[in-house]
């Protein structure tokens, strides 16, 4: 079994930080990438930011220069440093990660989500 664990959430006023992690556990073989998505209400999962397993990222538009994704290979963990919060960013934030068990079936996993809320 594979798991992913997030943490880091809560209330961060506009222009805040906010640090997010994801940590993956169990029967690990390789993980691949890793991202994290967000769901505010009433609109669809969107990709925030993702990490390949060779540190190459991609962001969405709207975040860049502000988020930044990261991820600790001896940990098996990614972390999204979240600044300059802005009320928009408020969603529930989920990790994503392709990841090959160690008997060899690979396929994405998810977390079960951080509700981040930006607000004064």
Do not use: H
């Not at 998505?37 to 390949?52: D, F, H, T």
């Amino acid at each position: 079994q594979v798991q992913l664990v997030e943490s880091g959430g809560g209330l961060v006023q506009p222009g805040g930080s906010l640090r997010l992690s994801c940590a993956a556990s169990g029967s690990i073989s390789t993980i691949y990438t890793m991202g994290w998505y967000r769901q505010a209400p009433g609109k669809q999962r969107e990709l925030v930011a993702a990490i390949s397993g060779g540190g190459s990222t991609n962001y969405a538009d709207s975040v860049k220069g502000r988020f930044t994704i990261s991820r600790d290979n001896a940990k098996n963990t990614v972390y999204l440093q979240m600044n300059s919060a802005k009320p928009e960013d408020t969603a529930v934030f989920y990790c994503n990660a392709d990841i090959m068990s160690r008997n060899s079936f690979r396929r994405p996993y998810w977390g079960q989500g951080t509700q981040v809320t930006v607000s004064s």
